[in-house]
């Protein structure tokens, strides 16, 4: 079993919207795994497909697997969980373990980028701003492709949080401005 052959899996279950089949499969495969993939990334990914099958308690059920197995994954598990812990209206538990994220001091940009976005969701304009200007501030200088993401949920925040412009509106319009002039640029 390959990524590729996992991708293929979450492409053909877009196309039959049977998330709770490929949730199942996925923990499946998570109980065979013996290569190719880690177990706690096909939990992570079975926790995700229960997500948008609306199955919350699941999809917490498989965060925790992927957590406690420690594998490896493409994305912090915490993150996962505390999403589904705010769709069943734990929000203690959900705020605690973005707090463990903080206290591990992330240099991921992705990892802001998520928190950010899952802050947003909940309508914590206020932390998804801070979440994501701090994740900017870090792709600057680490990971520039991850950078426009960051600014426009950065964005998004100011605008509904009624604060003026600053620099990093003036970041995100010349980022706009390259990737506009990008297509031109190859025809010259």
């Known amino acids: 079993m390959t990524e590729d052959d996992l991708d293929d899996l979450e492409f053909e279950t877009l196309r039959t919207g049977d998330h709770a089949a490929a949730a199942t499969r996925f923990i499946q ?14 939990l992570l990914r079975a926790g995700e497909q229960w997500q948008h099958a609306g199955d919350h308690e699941k999809a ?32 203690d538990e959900a705020r605690a373990l973005i707090d463990q994220v ?27 701003h801070d979440w994501s200007t701090e994740g900017a501030d870090i792709a600057r200088s680490t990971d520039p492709d991850a950078l426009e993401g960051l600014l426009r949920i950065r964005y998004r925040c100011r605008l509904d949080l009624g604060r003026p412009e600053d620099e990093y509106d003036a970041l995100l319009d010349d980022l706009l401005k390259k990737t506009d002039e990008a297509p031109d640029e190859q025809f010259r």
């Open 29 to 42: 495969l998570a109980d065979t795994v013996s290569g190719g993939v880690s177990r706690a990334g096909l």
């Open 60 to 91: 917490a059920e498989a965060y925790r697997g992927a957590l406690e197995d420690g594998g490896e994954t493409y994305g912090d598990p915490r993150i996962y969980l505390a999403g589904a812990l705010f769709e069943l209206q734990r929000t």
């Open 102 to 128: 903080r206290a591990d001091n992330p240099k991921d940009p992705e990892v802001f980028r998520a928190v950010a976005e899952l802050l947003h969701e909940q309508g914590d304009l206020v932390g998804a």
